[in-house]
């Protein structure tokens, strides 16, 4: 079988899409059912197999790179090409109070996925729910609405009681005019009881709102980075005391030159070839630009560029990065035309390589 030996081979597996990685749990499910250690090809086709049910042909191109031994992945780059940087978290948050306050609950730990709005530290907020409750009492009473209106009405039966003696001829003018007023006063009271009221309501939302200061929560959905506090710590305001990081897409920010961005026309939605140098593992992804910054540099005269790389199977973020925004050369292409099994139309294909 060829493909034992060979150097900066590209294999297909559409890798990513899934919450655990297919190729590394391949690797852990071979040993176990086979008894004997799987071979480059094996786990390619057992990743395969796993995003092509998973998936269909809705996969993000994505290919393995196997170095020989003494192969590192800087000469295997040498040969891709590309500009270097790093993978980055598609979004990265460090988290503070915004009052100063001690530290009370950590109600994550660091690894944890948390979902977006999910609580991540308390602080002190035990005043603060006390004055919720105190305010809630208060929006929820309406006795002062109640009272308004109660006056209202017997100040409306005195009137009609005030008209029918006026037209009696028992009641003076003037004494008519005062049952009057003294209905518009009380109707008044009763709009400006339901004024207070909306006011009390008001305050109890606000009430709410210091008190969810003391709450931080994830802003999105993602992965504790690290967390920077103990319980009862006491923190200022805008200390970071939580970092959370988003892990798909990866972001790379790439200082490319500005004759390279004007002969390939780069711009938003254009595709780039990433190589990513996982420990073990590198692989080649293609990703998205979704930026191409306005602003060049004069001294290097290079632009920033952003790419998008698509990572369903969350790895982790700091590699390093290659990136190039035409397809690698046509001795790779070859070789990753060779070495590409269809995971659908052509099971069990042999890795294909040099001899």
């Known amino acids: 079988m060829r493909g034992r030996r060979f150097a900066g081979v590209l294999a297909s597996a559409v890798l990513f899409g899934a919450a655990a990685p297919a190729f590394s749990q391949a690797e852990r499910e ?17 990743a395969n197999e796993m995003y092509a049910k998973a998936f269909g042909e809705a996969r993000p191109r994505v290919w393995l790179v196997q170095l020989e031994p003494v192969e590192t992945i800087e000469r295997f780059a040498s040969r891709f090409g590309g500009e270097h940087s ?12 915004q009052v100063p306050t001690a530290v009370r609950e950590i109600a994550v730990r660091g690894d944890q996925w948390v979902d977006k709005g999910d609580l991540l530290i308390r602080g002190d907020d035990t005043e603060d729910l006390a004055m919720v409750e105190i305010q809630r009492v208060r929006a929820e009473v309406d006795l002062p609405v109640k009272r308004a209106d109660e006056q209202l009405a017997n100040a409306r039966t005195e009137l009609e009681e005030m008209r029918n003696a006026f037209n009696q001829g028992a009641a003076t003018s003037q004494q008519l005019n005062r049952a009057q007023v ?13 004024e207070n009221q909306k006011q009390e309501l008001l305050q109890l939302n606000r009430a709410k709102a210091r008190a969810d200061r003391l709450r931080l929560v994830a802003p999105f959905s ?6 920077m ?17 988003q892990l798909d897409p990866l972001r790379i920010d790439v200082h490319t030159p500005v004759t390279l961005i004007e002969e390939l026309s780069i711009s938003r939605g254009d595709s780039a ?19 191409v910054s306005r602003a060049a540099d004069f ?12 990572n369903p199977e969350h790895m982790q973020s700091g590699l390093a990065a290659w990136v190039r925004f035409s397809p690698p050369s046509e001795e790779l292409l070859q070789r990753m035309n060779e070495t590409v099994p269809s995971p659908v139309r052509e099971e069990g294909a042999e890795v294909a390589g040099r001899d």
């Open 86 to 97: 790093f993978t980055k978290p598609g979004q990265d948050a460090e988290i503070g109070f």
């Open 299 to 310: 001294a290097s005269r290079k632009q920033r560029v952003r790419i998008d790389v698509p």
């Open 229 to 245: 506090v103990d319980v009862g710590d006491v923190i200022r305001e805008t200390t970071p005391v939580i970092r959370v990081v």
């Open 222 to 227: 993602g992965y504790v980075a690290s967390i």
């Open 30 to 46: 071979y040993p176990r059912s086979r008894q004997v250690q799987p071979t480059h090809a094996e786990l390619v086709q057992a």
């Open 182 to 194: 003294a209905v518009n006063i009380a109707e008044l009271d009763v709009l400006l009881a339901k």
């Open 273 to 291: 070839w990433v190589l990513i140098g996982r420990p073990g593992r590198p692989l080649v992804i293609e990703g998205t630009v979704s930026e």
